[in-house]
């Protein structure tokens, strides 16, 4: 894909919204959203559920349309299956019976990927799969059916799916669930090394923000419409969290860990204690 440059011949952002708007009939999810992401940038997206986060990933798939404003990929307007995206979807098991073997479902990831023709181009595609497959530690199980392996194995082969393909901007959604601590650290070092060796924007949703903190450059965080865009210094304060919650809520630092206090919510919490628990901190 050509990259085009700006006028004074800078590349352009891996990603960038401009006054981005989604509606959902009558409800406003968020509007005016403006981002600008080069590329090796690391941005965490936080907020309770259903504050759109998903949404802004599937906005940069090209999945769901914007009601206004626009929104560009290295430097062109989004479509559907457009090329330089690596997604890592949310968590769903694949059913038992999916006809796919782990390396299969990793090359899924080089589909509309020119590698060449011929037996030259199947090797070239079969390297790729190898590497991918070893780097999220799974050349083990690379013969066995997708559908009988466990939740944090099929995890770690959608990051390599996602991976293999070299992109320019890589789309996470809330990628470390399941996965135990040592693979969660495998897949977070992945993803960084990405990013700084090829220069892959990196969005990243998330409710913990803690076992991502020391990677993470910017924090996008949304909230009932509401949104904040800056470096985790300037938006995981207690100032900043109250207006956009609209109520009180602090943010402590506790051993370069963010605690989160008075924000509660269902299902997951990020690095926030509900205030029964704030004694809970040491
Ligand atoms: N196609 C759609 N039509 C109508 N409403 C939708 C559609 N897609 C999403 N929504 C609504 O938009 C809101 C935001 O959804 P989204 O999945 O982006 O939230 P989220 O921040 O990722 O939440 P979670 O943390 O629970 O994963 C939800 O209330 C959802 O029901």
Not at 169 to 174: A, K, P, T, Y
Request: aromatic residues 4%; negative net charge.
């Amino acid at each position: 894909m050509t990259r085009p440059h700006s006028a004074d011949g800078r590349e352009p952002a891996a990603v960038e919204l401009r006054g981005a708007t989604v509606r959902f009939g009558t409800r406003t999810l968020w509007e005016g959203l403006d981002l600008e992401i080069p590329g090796g940038e690391f941005v965490a997206v936080l907020g309770p559920n259903g504050s759109g986060k998903t949404t802004l990933l599937r906005v940069l798939l090209g999945l769901q349309p914007v009601q206004a404003g626009e929104v560009l990929v290295d430097g062109h307007h989004v479509r559907r299956g457009g090329e330089g995206i690596g997604y890592i979807p949310q968590q769903k098991a694949i059913p038992e019976d999916v006809p796919l073997r782990a390396r299969d479902l990793v090359g899924l990831g080089l589909d509309g990927h020119h590698l060449g023709l011929g037996l030259g181009g199947r090797r070239r595609r079969a390297r790729r799969v190898d590497e991918a497959l070893a780097a999220v530690g799974a050349t083990g199980y690379a013969h066995a059916p997708v559908g009988r392996l466990s939740g944090g194995e099929q995890q770690r082969l959608r990051v390599a799916q996602a991976l293999v393909g070299d992109p320019r901007v890589l789309l996470c959604d809330e990628p470390l669930l399941s996965l135990d601590l040592a693979h969660q650290r495998t897949v977070s070092r992945l993803i960084d090394e990405r990013r700084r060796t090829a220069g892959t924007a990196v969005l990243f949703v998330t409710h913990e923000i803690n076992p991502i903190l020391p990677l993470v450059d910017r924090v996008l965080y949304l909230v009932d419409g509401r949104f904040r865009f800056g470096t985790p210094d300037e938006v995981m304060t207690s100032e900043t969290l109250s207006e956009l919650y609209r109520t009180d809520v602090e943010v402590l630092r506790v051993r370069e860990r963010l605690v989160v206090v008075g924000v509660e919510e269902s299902g997951h919490c990020h690095g926030a204690v509900a205030p029964a628990e704030e004694a809970v901190a040491p």
